[in-house]
Structures are given as structure tokens and as C-alpha cells.
């Protein structure tokens, strides 16, 4: 094997262990693709839950669960009603570990 075979082979071998570390996905990994909706049906919704930013993905999202196995709604997090129910949650939250 040549010098300059032994060089390239090298190469690639470093080029592709450097590559192997970068992340795919820059913005992580969030459940919500796009804004989201602004409004659902307040007689639709079985269950809200709130994701935190973390690691996987650097904003909030809010995920609805509607009734009748109609799915799941990613809630626009700036609307009024994903608002109202932060707050609800939240001090749900709060009143829920103050007893303990």
C-alpha cells in the first residue's frame, strides 16, 4: 500500500468518525411540526399536556387529546386558549405538590 493510499484511507476514516458525531436534527426533536392549531373545542378535549423546552427541543408545546379517539392537536403555545390552559395546569401543579 502506497503512502498516498494510506493517507486518503486515513482521511476518510477521520472524516467519517467527525460526521458520525454531528446531530441531524438541529432544532431537536419536538412533537409539534408547524405553529399548531389556534383552537379547539373545549367539548372535544379529553386530556392537555404541557412538554417543557429540553434538549430534544427548544420550545414549549402544548399537546391536546380529544375524545372519541379523534387524535392528538398541537396547540399554538401563543393563542389565547393554549394560554388558558398553562395557567390551569400550572396552578393545578402547584396545589397538587403544596399538600404534600
Known sequence: MSAKSMAIALAVIFCATVIQGF???KAGRCLCIGPGVKAVKVA???????????NNCD???VIITL???KGKRCLNPRSKQ???II??????NFFKYQKV
Do not use: C, G, V
Open 23 to 25: 446531530p441531524i436534527f
Open 44 to 54: 372535544d378535549i379529553e386530556k392537555a399536556s404541557i412538554i417543557y423546552p429540553s
Open 59 to 61: 420550545k414549549i408545546e
Open 67 to 69: 375524545k372519541a379517539n
Open 82 to 84: 393554549a394560554s388558558l
Open 87 to 92: 395557567k390551569q395546569i400550572e396552578r393545578k
